[in-house]
């Protein structure tokens, strides 16, 4: 019986690759003669504007009003944190660190020509502009240079003038 084992266990076992490649084939080829594409025929769901496109009605198109903002000069960088005398400190330039901005940052708000630098200014002209035609929508135009905080000021003043829709203008190169 030791002999027996022995032999067995120096055969080489050979595994034959053949038949299992025909069968890898096979199931390929079953499985791209059963599937089925989805057609989109040509519909795509989309949420486009309404007031624009294609489509010829007699409506007229609804006037927006929109604001642009644009910084005229970036102004200092500080550390977020003021020290122990309620000072702080000019940004080190670290990338990857937050700063905010001092006092000395200019940006121009305008809406069509009316120009102005105060938030103040701008809201009044937001609140009249909304008094006189209800149903306008605004467009914020944050142009290169615009941080967050000054975005948020300007929708908080069209919000506090009561616009109901307020939309946003893609990037520019």
Known sequence: MGEQLKR?????????????????F???????????????????????????????????????????????????KLEPRANNEGERKLWDGTPGTRYVYDT?????????????????????VLTDLHKADEERPATIDARKGTVYDDVVH???????????EVTFVGAYE
Do not use: H, W
């Open 104 to 124: 000395d940052r200019l940006v121009e708000y305008s809406i069509g020509p009316r120009k102005t630098f105060d938030l103040d200014e701008l809201q009044r």
């Open 8 to 24: 067995i266990a120096t055969e080489e076992n050979k595994l034959e690759m053949t038949p299992m490649i025909d069968v890898t």
């Open 154 to 164: 300007v929708l908080d003043a069209a919000m506090n003038a009561d616009f109901k």
């Open 26 to 76: 096979l199931l390929l080829i079953f499985f791209m003669c059963t599937l089925k594409f989805k057609t989109l025929e040509g519909k795509l769901a989309a949420y486009l504007p309404k007031d624009v496109g294609v489509n010829s009605s007699d409506d007229p198109p609804i006037e927006k009003v929109e604001v642009t903002l644009r910084v005229i000069k970036e102004g200092t």
